[in-house]
């Protein structure tokens, strides 16, 4: 059997490979969307991360045939009212290239918060995991972690706004390794409860 993870960000695709492996889907043959050559990049017009998820996953499962996993997430910081939200990725625009993007909206995020106190910081970090079936089945769940914004960027691990993010406990997510990232993080929790109902979806079921 085959999984199609919709993206081609190589941060994200090698830690939805670790939870998905991690979640018993070891055996399954978890492939991205550059083992098909001429699939179009799929526009982000959704107004949820739900909405986005669902567009990319349908997308890559109508050009593959093959079951389509795909996400949607992003950091909502309370004090810019849940932004950037589903905007989280382009954030700072065309300020930089793309790869310099995810620093840049890091920056752009700690200016837009330097006179913000310690109570007003807190965040969220949201996740929408959608599955696409080849006969038109859908699966959804939604993860999400809270924390707060620091004032600098702090850790080495991770991608995007990590850097920036606080748990409780005090380290960033950037701070934390993979396994520990993985074992709290938005992405894989919402990937945990979708991985339990592709399993199901696919468990034989016995004749009556």
Known sequence: MRIVLATRNPHKLAELHRILVACGLGDVDLLSVDSYPGLPEVRETGDSFEANARLKARAVRDFTGEIAIADDSGLAVDALNGMPGIFSARWSGDLAPPEQRDWTNLRLVLAQ?????????????????????????EFVAHGEVRGRITRQPRGSNGFGYDPIFELPEGRTTAELDPAEKDAISHRGKALRILVERIAEALRPTEPA
Do not use: H, T, Y
Not at 118 to 137: I, T
């Open 113 to 137: 918060l330097a006179d913000v106190p310690e109570e007003r910081r807190g965040a969220r970090f949201v996740c929408a995991a959608v599955a696409a079936f080849p006969d038109g089945r």
